[in-house]
């Protein structure tokens, strides 16, 4: 008789819990297979301070958003063509604008990059503080988390860069409008993780009830693996499953070690004595922003693949930041460079750095495509990933015709395929809000400054 | 050289300078109230000009970085100027030679009622001269609330109008009734039924800032016994809150009839 797994089956040892990947043996029967509906699972990812392809030159050269509307659009003169592979995956929408992200008094002007992020996912005016009264709206990925049904980790918040500064960060702001992108209520900002040492354990480590600090302690050694403390309970549930269950978890453990290894090797790298570009960056957080980012995006592939969390928000930059990313093709640090003048050649410098970032996802959304899911679809089919920001253009620091773009079908719930242009003067919130009902938040009738919504499978 | 660095190290908002400008042509009173005024350089650096006119004659501040320096003027047809003194600006790199101390300077431009917007320059004694684009400070939008109240979900409004299970708790056993509620717009009508209070009929609001508050009487063995409860929705869609009553003050939770 088939032995069946719960889905909440993990495998324990020396207090470390590792979570399983959908297997087989959790729904023997292929009837019942067929029957399992996958979870949607969310990732935002805030990409901050606009866009090249925001400017009027960008508009016109349509370096964001492609020039034909609906479903033959073409992606190449766009930031965006490093995802033509999965043109068929994206919701384009164009055209909207942030407007609680502007100044609304006189003390606001110029605090735009100090009020953008937590406008991004909440469409929310923060309130301008510096003390712990902060405000600004329920975000949205923190809606749907209470919606996604329950897993141990209700949602995931990591970033890239550094974001551990206090108290007020500039126009009369405090900080946590800039570090945080998640809200768990107007009042709530999450704090995001930066270092990939901390989300591994957070997901896979030995660090929840009745770990001991020996566990602790052996999970960090550069030379074991996590793994080895699972052994035995590994080998004993192996013998338990049919050959194509064995290969799945073999290869699904494989990922964990394998993304473990990376982590060690960056932390003795990190804490050889050797000069760090990141002096001041914890030993986990590589000093390469590929390798960063690609690390994170496979730790979020590997808690939805195991069922950890169905919500991830990522923030993959500060809107101040000087660093330079080599990959680009541009060698001008991010902040200046976004601050181009408006002068032609220098916007097509700054579009560089954004066509890089989009090309990142492009990394992500190949690991969720080559991930099977419980009904045999895959990850990419079931997910959502949300990539914007609340800036438009850089330079002069508005929040007009912001980049953004969905990929993923979401359970079969978003065609993909398509670019959507709003009308000039549309609030983004709509689209939000279009995405929100998609996710089963059919009830709300508004989100931020939202003053209709978007059929995101629309302009076909 | 660029204020693409530029920090303001200090502000000495030192008395404004008038200048001597010969009043002539139309006034457009529009031109007062608060201008985002972007000085175009390397770097856009967004400042606040705020504006009072009076017949012809302008008086404001203009702030970078939240630090005011007072500037007068005048306005004559769609041209202003505005003279300033006290701006203290340095930074590092090319920067070198921009003044250390206290500057006048001189913003003057075209104003356009039509587009509502400024054009111009700014003009930085013994430094350089700059573009200047104003927009006028927008609107905050309809349908965005004022920053939202602690605990509601207020950015994202839901329409409360169902059925709905709700749980009083007394003192640690609930008393559980059906709730049902009618919303237009921000008025919410409806009943609650229990056992022990019979049908109570409660009238109240949805407020914006994501409060609930709905108020009735329960009649039991012929006497009226007042009834507020207070609340707000949660992320996960439920309601709870306070309910306020002879009986003193009491938790209540309410989801959703599926």
């Given at each position: 008789?088939?032995?069946?797994?719960?889905?909440?089956?993990?495998?324990?040892?020396?207090?470390?819990?590792?979570?399983?990947?959908?297997?087989d043996?959790?729904?023997?029967?292929?009837?019942?297979?067929?029957?399992?509906?996958?979870?949607?699972?969310?990732?935002?990812?805030?990409?901050?301070?606009?866009?090249?392809?925001?400017?009027?030159?960008?508009?016109?050269?349509?370096?964001?958003?492609?020039?034909?509307?609906?479903?033959?659009?073409d992606?190449?003169?766009?930031?965006?063509?490093?995802?033509?592979?999965?043109?068929?995956?994206?919701?384009?929408?164009?055209?909207?604008?942030?407007?609680?992200?502007?100044?609304?008094?006189?003390?606001?002007?110029?605090?735009?990059?100090?009020?953008?992020?937590?406008?991004?996912?909440?469409?929310?005016?923060?309130?301008?503080?510096?003390?712990?009264?902060?405000?600004?709206?329920?975000?949205l990925?923190?809606?749907?988390?209470?919606?996604?049904?329950?897993?141990?980790?209700?949602?995931?918040?990591?970033?890239?860069?550094?974001?551990?500064?206090?108290?007020?960060?500039?126009?009369?702001?405090?900080?946590?409008?800039?570090?945080?992108?998640?809200?768990?209520?107007?009042?709530?900002?999450?704090?995001?993780?930066?270092?990939?040492?901390?989300?591994?354990?957070?997901?896979?480590?030995?660090?929840?009830?009745?770990?001991?600090?020996?566990?602790?302690?052996?999970?960090?050694?550069?030379?074991?693996?996590?793994?080895?403390?699972?052994l035995?309970?590994?080998?004993?549930?192996?013998?338990?499953?049919?050959?194509?269950?064995?290969?799945?978890?073999?290869?699904?453990?494989?990922?964990?070690?394998?993304?473990?290894?990376?982590?060690?090797?960056?932390?003795?790298?990190?804490?050889?004595?050797?000069?760090?570009?990141?002096?001041?960056?914890?030993?986990?957080?590589?000093?390469?922003?590929?390798?960063?980012?690609?690390?994170?995006?496979?730790?979020?592939?590997?808690?939805?693949?195991?069922?950890?969390?169905?919500?991830?928000?990522?923030?993959?930059?500060?809107?101040?930041?000087?660093?330079?990313y080599?990959?680009?093709?541009?060698?001008?640090?991010?902040?200046?460079?976004?601050?181009?003048?408006?002068?032609?050649?220098?916007i097509?410098?700054?579009?560089?750095i954004?066509?890089?970032?989009?090309?990142?996802?492009?990394?992500?959304?190949g690991?969720?495509?080559?991930?099977?899911?419980?009904?045999?679809?895959?990850?990419?089919?079931?997910?959502?990933?949300?990539?914007?920001s609340a800036?438009?253009?850089?330079?002069?620091?508005?929040?007009?015709?912001?980049?953004?773009?969905?990929?993923?079908?979401?359970?079969?719930?978003?065609?993909?395929?398509?670019?959507?242009?709003?009308?000039?003067g549309?609030?983004?919130?709509?689209?939000?809000?279009?995405?929100?009902?998609?996710?089963?938040?059919?009830?709300?009738?508004?989100?931020?400054?939202?003053?209709?919504?978007?059929?995101?499978?629309?302009e076909? | 050289?660029?204020?693409?660095?530029?920090?303001?190290?200090?502000?000495?908002?030192?008395?404004?300078?008038?200048?001597?400008?010969?009043?002539?042509?139309?006034?457009?009173?529009t031109?007062?109230?608060?201008?985002?005024?972007?000085?175009?350089?390397?770097?856009?650096?967004?400042?606040?000009?705020?504006?009072?006119?009076?017949?012809?004659?302008?008086?404001?501040?203009?702030?970078?970085?939240?630090?005011?320096?007072?500037?007068?003027?005048?306005?004559?047809?769609?041209?202003?100027?505005?003279?300033?003194?006290?701006?203290?600006?340095?930074?590092?790199?090319?920067?070198?030679?921009?003044?250390?101390?206290?500057?006048?300077?001189?913003?003057?431009?075209?104003?356009?009622?039509?587009?509502?917007?400024?054009?111009?320059?700014?003009?930085?004694?013994g430094?350089?001269?700059?573009?200047?684009?104003?927009?006028?400070?927008?609107?905050?939008?309809?349908?965005?609330?004022?920053?939202?109240?602690?605990?509601?979900?207020a950015?994202?409004?839901?329409?409360?109008?169902?059925?709905?299970?709700?749980?009083?708790?007394?003192?640690?056993?609930?008393?559980?009734?059906?709730?049902?509620?009618?919303?237009?717009?921000?008025?919410?009508?409806?009943?609650f039924?229990?056992?022990?209070l019979?049908?109570?009929?409660?009238?109240?609001?949805?407020?914006?800032?994501?409060?609930?508050?709905?108020?009735?009487?329960?009649?039991?063995?012929?006497?009226?016994?007042?009834?507020?409860?207070?609340?707000?929705?949660?992320?996960?869609?439920?309601?709870?809150?306070?309910?306020?009553?002879?009986?003193?003050?009491?938790?209540?939770?309410?989801?959703?009839?599926?």
């Amino acid at each position: 008789m088939a032995h069946i797994l719960s889905r909440r089956t993990v495998l324990r040892g020396l207090g470390a819990a590792v979570a399983l990947p959908w297997l087989d043996a959790m729904a023997p029967a292929r009837a019942a297979a067929q029957a399992v509906r996958p979870p949607v699972r969310l990732i935002a990812l805030e990409m901050v301070h606009g866009a090249a392809g925001s400017t009027a030159f960008g508009v016109q050269e349509h370096m964001w958003a492609p020039a034909a509307t609906g479903t033959s659009f073409d992606l190449a003169p766009t930031s965006l063509r490093a995802l033509a592979p999965f043109q068929d995956a994206l919701t384009i929408v164009s055209n909207t604008d942030c407007a609680n992200a502007e100044a609304f008094e006189a003390g606001e002007i110029g605090g735009d990059h100090f009020r953008s992020s937590a406008v991004f996912l909440t469409q929310a005016h923060p309130k301008r503080t510096e003390g712990a009264d902060v405000e600004a709206g329920t975000s949205l990925d923190q809606l749907y988390a209470a919606r996604a049904g329950d897993t141990p980790v209700p949602s995931l918040q990591l970033c890239i860069e550094p974001i551990d500064q206090a108290g007020g960060c500039g126009y009369g702001y405090s900080c946590v409008y800039t570090d945080s992108i998640s809200w768990a209520s107007p009042t709530r900002p999450l704090p995001m993780v930066r270092d990939p040492r901390v989300a591994f354990d957070q997901l896979f480590g030995a660090f929840g009830a009745g770990a001991t600090p020996e566990a602790r302690r052996e999970s960090r050694a550069v030379d074991r693996s996590i793994l080895d403390m699972i052994l035995a309970s590994a080998q004993s549930l192996r013998a338990r499953l049919g050959a194509a269950d064995r290969a799945r978890l073999s290869e699904y453990l494989d990922h964990v070690r394998e993304i473990e290894r990376r982590l060690q090797a960056v932390e003795a790298r990190n804490l050889s004595g050797e000069t760090r570009a990141l002096p001041a960056a914890p030993a986990g957080v590589p000093d390469d922003f590929d390798e960063h980012v690609r690390m994170m995006f496979d730790l979020q592939r590997l808690a939805f693949e195991s069922d950890l969390t169905r919500v991830v928000s990522f923030k993959l930059g500060r809107d101040n930041s000087n660093r330079v990313y080599p990959g680009s093709g541009c060698d001008g640090p991010f902040h200046p460079v976004s601050h181009h003048g408006g002068r032609e050649e220098k916007i097509r410098e700054f579009e560089k750095i954004n066509a890089y970032h989009v090309s990142q996802v492009a990394y992500l959304l190949g690991r969720l495509r080559d991930t099977r899911d419980a009904d045999g679809t895959s990850l990419l089919d079931n997910s959502v990933v949300l990539y914007g920001s609340a800036m438009g253009d850089s330079n002069r620091h508005n929040h007009r015709k912001v980049p953004f773009f969905l990929a993923g079908h979401a359970g079969g719930r978003l065609r993909g395929g398509t670019h959507i242009r709003a009308r000039s003067g549309t609030p983004l919130a709509n689209a939000m809000l279009g995405l929100l009902r998609t996710l089963g938040l059919e009830e709300l009738n508004q989100f931020g400054d939202s003053d209709g919504v978007i059929d995101l499978n629309g302009e076909r | 050289m660029s204020l693409r660095h530029m920090t303001v190290a200090a502000v000495l908002a030192a008395s404004a300078v008038v200048p001597a400008v010969a009043a002539a042509g139309s006034v457009q009173s529009t031109i007062a109230g608060t201008w985002k005024l972007s000085i175009i350089a390397d770097h856009a650096v967004p400042t606040a000009l705020v504006l009072e006119l009076a017949g012809d004659r302008l008086t404001g501040t203009l702030s970078i970085m939240n630090k005011p320096v007072a500037v007068a003027g005048q306005l004559t047809g769609d041209d202003f100027r505005v003279d300033g003194s006290g701006l203290a600006v340095s930074g590092p790199g090319d920067h070198g030679n921009m003044p250390q101390k206290g500057v006048n300077f001189t913003i003057k431009g075209r104003y356009d009622a039509e587009e509502n917007t400024l054009a111009g320059t700014i003009a930085i004694e013994g430094g350089p001269t700059f573009k200047v684009e104003g927009e006028r400070l927008r609107a905050r939008p309809t349908g965005a609330p004022a920053p939202p109240a602690a605990g509601a979900a207020a950015s994202a409004r839901v329409d409360l109008s169902g059925a709905w299970t709700m749980g009083i708790d007394q003192d640690g056993t609930v008393m559980d009734g059906a709730l049902t509620l009618e919303q237009a717009g921000q008025t919410l009508t409806g009943k609650f039924q229990n056992d022990h209070l019979g049908d109570v009929v409660l009238e109240g609001t949805f407020a914006s800032s994501g409060l609930v508050t709905l108020k009735g009487s329960a009649v039991v063995s012929g006497t009226s016994y007042p009834m507020t409860f207070t609340g707000t929705v949660q992320p996960d869609g439920s309601l709870s809150g306070e309910l306020a009553s002879v009986m003193g003050t009491r938790p209540w939770t309410a989801h959703r009839v599926k």
